[in-house]
C-alpha cells in the first residue's frame, strides 16, 4: 500500500464529508452486526479496516489544527468533534456487535488479544450492567466530567487571585531580566513588580527571589490555594469509588489497573516503596548539602519549603557554573536530527531517505525508512516554533502498519512536531540540550509506532500499549542524548565546527543527576498519595491525614499545616491520571533498564538492541509489556537501573 498523501481540499466541507464517512461507517458495522458471521475474519477484521479509513481521514484535520491553526481548521475541527464522540459512543453501546465479539474464537495470539480488548472495553463501559445501573454509570460519568472542570475552575481562579507587589529594587535584585522585564509594571507612577501565582512567575520569585518572606509569602499562597477544592476532591473520590464497585472492582485503583500495565496493587505499591527507600539515603545527604549551603553563604540555620529552589539554584550555579547558552551553539538543529536518524539507523538497522512529498509547511522534512532495501514506514519532523503552532512537543501517529480484510499490508506513518528556535536564510536553528533531550524522546514514540510490525491494527505500532508503559521507549531514546559517545557525534560548534568540550559534555549529565534523588522522593510521594487515595474510600480529613502519613518519610523538611497540596493537584482531579500517576516512573524504570542493556564502553551493544526491536518496539500492544520484556531479557526491570541512571549509587 502507499502512504496517504497529506492535504485536505476542502476544510470548509470537512465536517460534511465526515459525516457521510461516519453515516457509511455505521452502515457498514451495522451489516458486520447483523450478519450470521462470527469469525474473526468476518467481523474483527473488517472492524479494524474501518477504525484506519477514518484515522486515515480525520488525522489530517486534527494535525493541521494544532500545527497550522487558523479559523478554518478550528472551524471544521470544532464541528467534527461531536460527530466523532456521537460516532464512538455509539459503538460502544453496540451491545449487539458486544454479544457477537463474545463468541469469535482464534487461536492466533494477536487476534486473541484484539478481541480480549475489545470486550474489555465493552465491559469497562458498563455493557454487563442491569439497565438501572447502567443509568447509574452514565450518570456518574457526567458528574465526574464536570468536578473536574470545577476543579480546575477553582484553581484557575485561586491562581489568578493572587499577586504580590514589591517595590523595593534590592528584593528582585537576582531575579533574571526576562523574569524581571515580565514582573515590571507602574502603580500610581511608580515602578513596582509583580508576582502572580502562575507558574513563570511564581517559580521566577521562589527561584530567584532573593527576599526570604515574600518567598514564604509566595509559597504559602500557592499550596494553600483553592480551599473550595476539598469538597469537590470528596464527591470526585465518592462517585470514583462508586463506579468501580459497579463495575465490580474493589476499589478505584484496582479498576485503574484493569487496563495497565502493572498487575495488581501490592506490584504498584511495593514498587513504589522500594523507589523511595532506595532514593532516601542520597537523598538525605543532598539535603544537608543544601543546609550547609543556606548556613554559609546566608547563615540560614532552619532551611523551610520555600528556600529550596532558591539555594537550590545557588548551589547549582557555585557547583556546576554552567547554563543552556554555554550549549546551545553546538546543537544546531539540522545536525542534531541527522545525528539522531544516524543513532537510530545504527541501533535498528534501517535507513532513513529524505523524499520530497506533500506536506503543510515547507519547514516540514520527510524521510522514508527502510529496512533491508525495503520500504517500512515514513516520518515527517516539524520542528520550528510558528505562532499558529500548539506549543510544546508530540509524537502523533498516523498511518498504522497491519494487514486489512483483503491482505493487503499498510505501512505506517508519524509527525514529530517540536517548537525549536527559528531558522533563517543566515543562522541556523540552535537548540538548548532540552531541546535535543525532547526530539530523542519524541522520536522514541515515533519508532515505536513505525517500527511496529502487528498484522491487526488495534495491537500494532503505539495502538494498545497500556498507558503506564507508553512513555517507555521515549524515555529509553531520551536517556542517549545525555551520553558523551552520542552527544560526540553531532555536538560542533556552528560557526567554528569546533567539538564540544570534554568539560561541558560532563557538566550536561552532572547538571541532570543534581539534586536527583530529592526529585525522586517527591515523586514517589505525588505517585504513592495518588494511588494510595483511590484504594478505598477516603472523605474529609481522612484525605490530609493519608497525606501527612505518607510525608513522615517522603518529606524531609517540615511540611506546614497551610500546605493543601492536594487542592491543586489537578493532575489526578482533573486529568485522566486518578490511581495512575506512578506511570511516570514505572516506565522509566523499563526505559532505564533496558538503557543499560544496549550500550556499553564500546557503545551499542548490537544484540540487545535487536532484541529491544525485535520483542518491544515491532510487537506494540499485542502482549502486556512486562511479559515483552521477560521474553526479551529472561528477566524483569530492576528498580536499580532508575537510581543508577541518575547516578545513585544503591
Ligand atoms: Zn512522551
Given at each position: 500500500?502507499?502512504?496517504?498523501?497529506?492535504?485536505?481540499?476542502?476544510?470548509?466541507?470537512?465536517?460534511?464529508?465526515?459525516?457521510?464517512?461516519?453515516?457509511?461507517?455505521?452502515?457498514?458495522?451495522?451489516?458486520?452486526?447483523?450478519?450470521?458471521?462470527?469469525?474473526?475474519?468476518?467481523?474483527?477484521?473488517?472492524?479494524?479496516?474501518?477504525?484506519?479509513?477514518?484515522?486515515?481521514?480525520?488525522?489530517?484535520?486534527?494535525?493541521?489544527?494544532?500545527?497550522?491553526?487558523?479559523?478554518?481548521?478550528?472551524?471544521?475541527?470544532?464541528?467534527?468533534?461531536?460527530?466523532?464522540?456521537?460516532?464512538?459512543?455509539?459503538?460502544?453501546?453496540?451491545?449487539?456487535?458486544?454479544?457477537?465479539?463474545?463468541?469469535?474464537?482464534?487461536?492466533?495470539?494477536?487476534?486473541?488479544?484484539?478481541?480480549?480488548?475489545?470486550?474489555?472495553?465493552?465491559?469497562?463501559?458498563?455493557?454487563?450492567?442491569?439497565?438501572?445501573?447502567?443509568?447509574?454509570?452514565e450518570e456518574i460519568d457526567m458528574r465526574l466530567s464536570e468536578l473536574s472542570n470545577i476543579f480546575s475552575q477553582n484553581l484557575l481562579d485561586a491562581t489568578n487571585?493572587?499577586?504580590?507587589?514589591?517595590?523595593?529594587?534590592?528584593?528582585?535584585?537576582?531575579?533574571?531580566?526576562?523574569?524581571?522585564?515580565?514582573?515590571?509594571?507602574?502603580?500610581?507612577?511608580?515602578?513596582?513588580?509583580?508576582?502572580?501565582?502562575?507558574?513563570?512567575?511564581?517559580?521566577?520569585?521562589?527561584?530567584?527571589?532573593?527576599?526570604?518572606?515574600?518567598?514564604?509569602?509566595?509559597?504559602?499562597?500557592?499550596?494553600?490555594?483553592?480551599?473550595?477544592?476539598?469538597?469537590?476532591?470528596?464527591?470526585?473520590?465518592?462517585l470514583k469509588y462508586k463506579k468501580a464497585q459497579l463495575l465490580g472492582f474493589d476499589s478505584f485503583a484496582e479498576y485503574s489497573l484493569a487496563t495497565k500495565d502493572a498487575n495488581s496493587i501490592?506490584?504498584?505499591?511495593?514498587?513504589?516503596?522500594?523507589?523511595?527507600?532506595?532514593?532516601?539515603?542520597?537523598?538525605?545527604?543532598?539535603?544537608?548539602?543544601?543546609?550547609?549551603?543556606?548556613?554559609?553563604?546566608?547563615?540560614?540555620?532552619?532551611?523551610?519549603?520555600?528556600?529550596?529552589?532558591?539555594?537550590?539554584?545557588?548551589?547549582?550555579?557555585?557547583?556546576?557554573?554552567?547554563?543552556?547558552?554555554?550549549?546551545?551553539?553546538?546543537?544546531?538543529?539540522?545536525?542534531?536530527?541527522?545525528?539522531?536518524?544516524?543513532?537510530?539507523?545504527?541501533?535498528?538497522?534501517?535507513?532513513?531517505?529524505?523524499?520530497?512529498?506533500?506536506?503543510?509547511?515547507?519547514?516540514?522534512?520527510?524521510?522514508?525508512?527502510?529496512?533491508?532495501?525495503?520500504?517500512?514506514?515514513?516520518?515527517?519532523?516539524?520542528?520550528?516554533?510558528?505562532?499558529?503552532?500548539?506549543?510544546?512537543?508530540?509524537?502523533?501517529?498516523?498511518?498504522?502498519?497491519?494487514?486489512?480484510?483483503?491482505?493487503?499490508?499498510?505501512?505506517?506513518?508519524?509527525?514529530?512536531?517540536?517548537?525549536?528556535?527559528?531558522?533563517?536564510?543566515?543562522?541556523p536553528s540552535l537548540l538548548r540540550h532540552d531541546d535535543v533531550v525532547t526530539l530523542f524522546h519524541e522520536m522514541g514514540h515515533g519508532i515505536h509506532h513505525l517500527f511496529g510490525k502487528c498484522n491487526e491494527r488495534s495491537i500494532s505500532g503505539i495502538n494498545g500499549v497500556a498507558w503506564d508503559v507508553v512513555e517507555f521507549p521515549s524515555q529509553f531514546l531520551e536517556a542517549f542524548a545525555y551520553e558523551k559517545p552520542i552527544l560526540k557525534r553531532f555536538a560542533f560548534h556552528y560557526e567554528t565546527n569546533e567539538p564540544m568540550s570534554d568539560e561541558l559534555l560532563d557538566k550536561i549529565k552532572d547538571t541532570k543527576n543534581y539534586q536527583a534523588s530529592l526529585g525522586i522522593l517527591r515523586q514517589v510521594e505525588f505517585s504513592l498519595f495518588d494511588f494510595n487515595l483511590h484504594k478505598k474510600l477516603y472523605q474529609g480529613d481522612e484525605v490530609q491525614e493519608l497525606l501527612d502519613g505518607i510525608r513522615k518519610k517522603t518529606s524531609l523538611l517540615p511540611v506546614p499545616k497551610y500546605n493543601k497540596f492536594q487542592n491543586g493537584f489537578a493532575h489526578i482531579f482533573a486529568g485522566g491520571y486518578s490511581a495512575g500517576y506512578y506511570s511516570y516512573k514505572w516506565a522509566e524504570v523499563l526505559s532505564a533498564d533496558a538503557f543499560f542493556e544496549c550500550i556499553d564502553e564500546n557503545g551499542f551493544n548490537q544484540e540487545k538492541a535487536d532484541g529491544y526491536q525485535k520483542y518491544i518496539l515491532n510487537r506494540g500492544g499485542s502482549e502486556e509489556m512486562s511479559e515483552l520484556y521477560k521474553k526479551w531479557l529472561g528477566r524483569e526491570p530492576k528498580v536499580e537501573s532508575l537510581l543508577k541512571l541518575y547516578g545513585i549509587e544503591v
Amino acid at each position: 500500500m502507499q502512504f496517504q498523501e497529506f492535504k485536505i481540499d476542502n476544510l470548509e466541507g470537512f465536517p460534511k464529508e465526515l459525516e457521510r464517512l461516519l453515516a457509511k461507517q455505521l452502515d457498514s458495522i451495522d451489516k458486520i452486526t447483523k450478519s450470521d458471521d462470527i469469525s474473526y475474519a468476518g467481523v474483527l477484521k473488517p472492524l479494524q479496516d474501518l477504525d484506519e479509513e477514518l484515522e486515515n481521514f480525520f488525522t489530517p484535520l486534527s494535525h493541521l489544527n494544532s500545527v497550522e491553526n487558523s479559523e478554518e481548521t478550528q472551524k471544521a475541527y470544532e464541528l467534527s468533534l461531536p460527530q466523532l464522540s456521537k460516532f464512538s459512543s455509539t459503538i460502544a453501546q453496540n451491545e449487539e456487535l458486544f454479544h457477537k465479539i463474545k463468541k469469535i474464537t482464534s487461536t492466533d495470539l494477536e487476534a486473541k488479544k484484539v478481541i480480549e480488548n475489545d470486550i474489555r472495553g465493552f465491559v469497562l463501559a458498563g455493557a454487563e450492567l442491569p439497565l438501572e445501573h447502567k443509568k447509574e454509570l452514565e450518570e456518574i460519568d457526567m458528574r465526574l466530567s464536570e468536578l473536574s472542570n470545577i476543579f480546575s475552575q477553582n484553581l484557575l481562579d485561586a491562581t489568578n487571585e493572587f499577586e504580590m507587589i514589591i517595590e523595593d529594587k534590592k528584593d528582585v535584585a537576582e531575579i533574571p531580566a526576562s523574569d524581571l522585564a515580565q514582573a515590571k509594571t507602574e502603580i500610581d507612577g511608580k515602578t513596582v513588580y509583580k508576582f502572580t501565582l502562575q507558574i513563570p512567575s511564581y517559580l521566577a520569585y521562589m527561584t530567584y527571589g532573593t527576599n526570604r518572606k515574600y518567598r514564604q509569602e509566595i509559597s504559602k499562597a500557592y499550596v494553600s490555594r483553592a480551599p473550595k477544592n476539598s469538597d469537590v476532591i470528596d464527591e470526585l473520590l465518592k462517585l470514583k469509588y462508586k463506579k468501580a464497585q459497579l463495575l465490580g472492582f474493589d476499589s478505584f485503583a484496582e479498576y485503574s489497573l484493569a487496563t495497565k500495565d502493572a498487575n495488581s496493587i501490592d506490584d504498584v505499591t511495593n514498587f513504589l516503596e522500594e523507589l523511595g527507600d532506595k532514593a532516601l539515603p542520597k537523598a538525605k545527604e543532598e539535603l544537608e548539602e543544601l543546609k550547609e549551603f543556606a548556613l554559609r553563604i546566608d547563615g540560614i540555620d532552619d532551611l523551610h519549603g520555600y528556600d529550596v529552589a532558591y539555594y537550590s539554584e545557588k548551589l547549582k550555579k557555585e557547583k556546576f557554573d554552567f547554563d543552556d547558552s554555554m550549549t546551545k551553539p553546538y546543537f544546531e538543529q539540522s545536525k542534531v536530527l541527522r545525528g539522531l536518524l544516524d543513532v537510530v539507523s545504527e541501533l535498528f538497522d534501517v535507513e532513513f531517505r529524505e523524499v520530497e512529498v506533500k506536506v503543510w509547511n515547507k519547514k516540514v522534512k520527510t524521510f522514508d525508512i527502510y529496512r533491508v532495501g525495503e520500504l517500512a514506514g515514513r516520518i515527517y519532523f516539524d520542528l520550528e516554533a510558528r505562532k499558529e503552532k500548539r506549543g510544546g512537543a508530540w509524537m502523533h501517529d498516523w498511518e498504522t502498519h497491519f494487514v486489512d480484510s483483503k491482505g493487503e499490508q499498510h505501512l505506517p506513518s508519524a509527525f514529530i512536531v517540536c517548537n525549536f528556535s527559528l531558522s533563517t536564510d543566515d543562522t541556523p536553528s540552535l537548540l538548548r540540550h532540552d531541546d535535543v533531550v525532547t526530539l530523542f524522546h519524541e522520536m522514541g514514540h515515533g519508532i515505536h509506532h513505525l517500527f511496529g510490525k502487528c498484522n491487526e491494527r488495534s495491537i500494532s505500532g503505539i495502538n494498545g500499549v497500556a498507558w503506564d508503559v507508553v512513555e517507555f521507549p521515549s524515555q529509553f531514546l531520551e536517556a542517549f542524548a545525555y551520553e558523551k559517545p552520542i552527544l560526540k557525534r553531532f555536538a560542533f560548534h556552528y560557526e567554528t565546527n569546533e567539538p564540544m568540550s570534554d568539560e561541558l559534555l560532563d557538566k550536561i549529565k552532572d547538571t541532570k543527576n543534581y539534586q536527583a534523588s530529592l526529585g525522586i522522593l517527591r515523586q514517589v510521594e505525588f505517585s504513592l498519595f495518588d494511588f494510595n487515595l483511590h484504594k478505598k474510600l477516603y472523605q474529609g480529613d481522612e484525605v490530609q491525614e493519608l497525606l501527612d502519613g505518607i510525608r513522615k518519610k517522603t518529606s524531609l523538611l517540615p511540611v506546614p499545616k497551610y500546605n493543601k497540596f492536594q487542592n491543586g493537584f489537578a493532575h489526578i482531579f482533573a486529568g485522566g491520571y486518578s490511581a495512575g500517576y506512578y506511570s511516570y516512573k514505572w516506565a522509566e524504570v523499563l526505559s532505564a533498564d533496558a538503557f543499560f542493556e544496549c550500550i556499553d564502553e564500546n557503545g551499542f551493544n548490537q544484540e540487545k538492541a535487536d532484541g529491544y526491536q525485535k520483542y518491544i518496539l515491532n510487537r506494540g500492544g499485542s502482549e502486556e509489556m512486562s511479559e515483552l520484556y521477560k521474553k526479551w531479557l529472561g528477566r524483569e526491570p530492576k528498580v536499580e537501573s532508575l537510581l543508577k541512571l541518575y547516578g545513585i549509587e544503591v
